[in-house]
């Protein structure tokens, strides 16, 4: 990613606690050992009509990548741990909302090389992805640690 | 107005572009000689629950006044050009969305208090209202300057 100064930072900290989202999805993957995947993705959303919005904080960043829904709305979307940590190390001193859930996606983002196919450590990342759903006011979140929990169990990997 | 330094002014903007409004509202006024009055507002919304943020916003731009609303929003609105204009002043150089609406309210702001009883005059205003109004993508606009202008022809002020 590129160096961003501090006015950079503090106007993408405003924009992303006015109209971003930060979330953790826990994402099913058949071929998996654990099944499921921990994908941590920083968004900023816009009318396709101000597109050129998003394409110039794609090229302030250097990160993330474009994407036109058809509803009209126009996405810059930072995805995986590789261009979230830093980003989020950077910007989060400048949040006023989302500080809480930049500081458990980037705790998501340190300590996912570690869990190997640990469940039980799994686990611990995919609550932390509950606690960020509940900070964002999430409600329409189908796969929560819950889920995997029981997959866990059903599977043996881990007891009651 | 409180002093702000440039990274609360760059957080600001960033978070107004995100979710804030930049309006110039046409008021009917019975008692006005010219029947309407236009009044600019700069609002920062959130959820009730996060309050917090507005008051604190409240706080440091000395700002405003906050509102809550029925259906869980709240809202901080900066009304009327003594407080719109400096604060706009300060703020449109970060602005990377929003800035033209600020450009066309600073300029309704420093023109208001010299156009008297000018219908002429004030019609040109209220079509820098309908700018604004048409680069927020606003649809629930009664009150443009299409209807000032009629009034203004039925009472014989202007002529057609």
Known sequence: MNTLTNLELAYMAGFLDGDGTIIAQIVRKKDYVLKYQLRVTVSFIQSSSRKHFLLQLKDETGLGTNRDRKDGISELNIVGR???????????????LK?????????????????????????ELCKLSDEIAQLNDSKKRTITSATVRQTFIDAKLISE
């Not at 590789?82 to 006023?96: A, C, G, I, T």
Request: overall charge positive.
């Open 82 to 96: 590789e261009q979230v940590l830093p980003f989020l190390k950077q910007l989060e001193p400048y949040l006023r």
């Open 99 to 123: 500080q809480k859930q930049a500081k458990l996606a980037m705790q998501i983002c340190e300590q996912l090389p570690f869990i190997g196919n640990n469940p039980v450590k799994f686990l």
